[in-house]
């Protein structure tokens, strides 16, 4: 059964994040992410319907905020400065009386001044009793609020499925990045499959499968060019 942390608790687990992402860095990844959402333990502690601690780290946002920031701030003392540092956070548990888009600029704005790099906009995934509104995209719009109010990078997840839809959120400012993860769970290849398919052939193939590229290339080109007439 869970139990409430107490200092000692609070302090070993800041210890492994710390220790987590000096790991990271002597391994040469190139970025970081502290998680922060979908019900695990910090998110737990930002969250009012998981959270229901009655000391410092429980009752308002900031409070809840606290131990978050506390461990954000010991991974950013450790970090490397030229790699970025980014929080991945649930922008609304879809529940009322829990996390909603509002609260996300004010979560964002507090580890864009703990030092965060990104925002990563995910959202649910707290409360069984979760109502998410499915549909395509549909979690950008809370990647386009933070990153628009508050001014800090953010990552745009969420049923986006194309590349097309990619470049639309980027280059309407909506998003700094996106992240695809389902549809590279139905097609392993589908970062090389879309840019087939939208036209670019600058990119490289493992030489193992290289002679699919010129292809799945051409099979696209006569398709646009049927479609064109």
């Known amino acids: 059964m869970p139990k409430a942390l107490d200092a000692a608790d609070m302090q070993q687990i800041t210890g492994q994040f710390v220790q987590s992402t000096q790991l990271a860095a002597q391994a040469g990844f190139d970025v970081l ?39 954000f701030k010991a991974m950013r003392a450790v ?15 879809w529940v009322e009386g829990g996390i909603a888009a509002d609260d996300a600029v004010l979560i964002a704005r507090a580890f864009k001044v703990a030092g965060a790099d990104l925002i990563d906009c995910s959202s649910g995934q707290v409360s069984p009793d979760q109502k998410p509104v499915y549909g395509r995209m549909y979690q950008t719009p809370f990647a386009d609020e933070i990153r628009n109010q508050e001014g800090i990078a953010t990552m745009a997840v969420g049923a986006i ?16 990045l996106c992240a695809i993860g389902r549809p590279h769970l139905a097609n ?16 490289n193939w493992p030489r193992q499968y290289s002679a699919g ?17």
């Open 33 to 71: 992410e502290l998680h922060c959402a979908h019900g695990y333990l910090l998110s737990c502690f930002i969250s009012p319907l998981t959270n229901q601690r009655t000391d410092a780290y429980g009752g308002s946002l900031e409070n809840r905020l606290r131990f978050p920031l506390e461990v």
């Open 79 to 93: 970090w490397p400065e030229d790699r970025p540092l980014n929080v991945r956070i649930s922008a609304s548990d």
């Open 161 to 176: 499925t194309e590349a097309d839809q990619v470049n639309s959120i980027i280059a309407s400012g909506r998003a700094d």
């Open 188 to 203: 392993p290849a589908w970062t090389l499959s879309e840019t087939a398919r939208i036209g670019y052939t600058q990119v």
């Open 213 to 229: 590229k010129r292809q799945i290339e051409t099979l696209f080109e006569r398709a646009q060019s049927m479609q064109n007439g």
